[in-house]
Structure formats: C-alpha cells, structure tokens
Nanobody
Framework: VQLLESGGGSVQSGGSLRLSCAAS???????????MGWLRQAPGKERESVAS???????AYADSVKGRFTISQDRANNTLYLQLNSLKPEDTARYYC???????????????????RGPGTQVTVSS
C-alpha cells in the first residue's frame, strides 16, 4: 500500500487548507473494518494524532483541532481528506496520512501504530 499526501502550503492565521491522501495498492488481505487518519509533527516535537476515521464513518479528533478540522473519505476513490479551517500558527507541522487495514475501528488502535504512512505534506501557518 502506498499513501501520497498533497494540499499542504503556507497560509496566514485564520486561513484554510484541504489536504488529500491518495491510497494505492492492496495490503494483500481483506478486513471487515479499516482505519485511516492524519498525524502531524512539528520541529522538535513528537508526532501526534490529529484525526482518524474508520470504514463505518466513525471519526475522532485531537482536542486541539476539534471544531476546526474535518476528516472525510471517498472510499470509492481510495482518497482521504482533511479540511483545515481557522488555522493557527501552532498548527504548523508536517502532516502525514496513515492507514491500518488489519481490522481497525476508531478508538481501539492508536493512529501512531497504523501500518502504513505517507511521506507527508508541509503546512505552515504564519501569524
């Protein structure tokens, strides 16, 4: 499985961006439920979970982004999205798409442990 993020960029505080993650390939097995999500890592900080979604459509968000970010997926086209609104300078980070196909439901497996991860896309928010 390969994941490729796009949509990052530089915006001013209060601005918006939409990140996309295109998934290709197959894990070689099927599962009744899978998960995808977004992580981010700022310079000098640990990687943190941002948002996740499973095949039922159940979502979860970090407290720091609730009400501002929205995760969604187009399963027919194997694409994951993250809408980032009301961006703040502290949202500046490299954003990574992650996927787990070995039976996963939101809340039962930490996003940082997902088996597949893309190379990331940079989001920079200036004040």
């Amino acid at each position: 499985v390969q994941l490729l993020e796009s949509g990052g960029g530089s915006v001013q505080s209060g601005g918006s961006l939409r990140l996309s993650c295109a998934a290709s390939g197959s894990p070689g097995y099927t599962s009744s439920s899978d998960c995808m999500g977004w992580l981010r890592q700022a310079p000098g900080k640990e990687r943190e979970s941002v948002a996740s979604i499973d095949s039922r459509g159940v979502t979860a968000y970090a407290d720091s982004v609730k009400g501002r970010f929205t995760i969604s997926q187009d399963r027919a086209n194997n694409t994951l999205y993250l809408q980032l609104n009301s961006l703040k300078p502290e949202d500046t980070a490299r954003y990574y798409c992650a996927a787990e196909y070995d039976y996963c439901v939101v809340g039962k497996r930490p996003l940082v442990s997902f088996a597949y991860r893309g190379p990331g896309t940079q989001v920079t928010v200036s004040s």
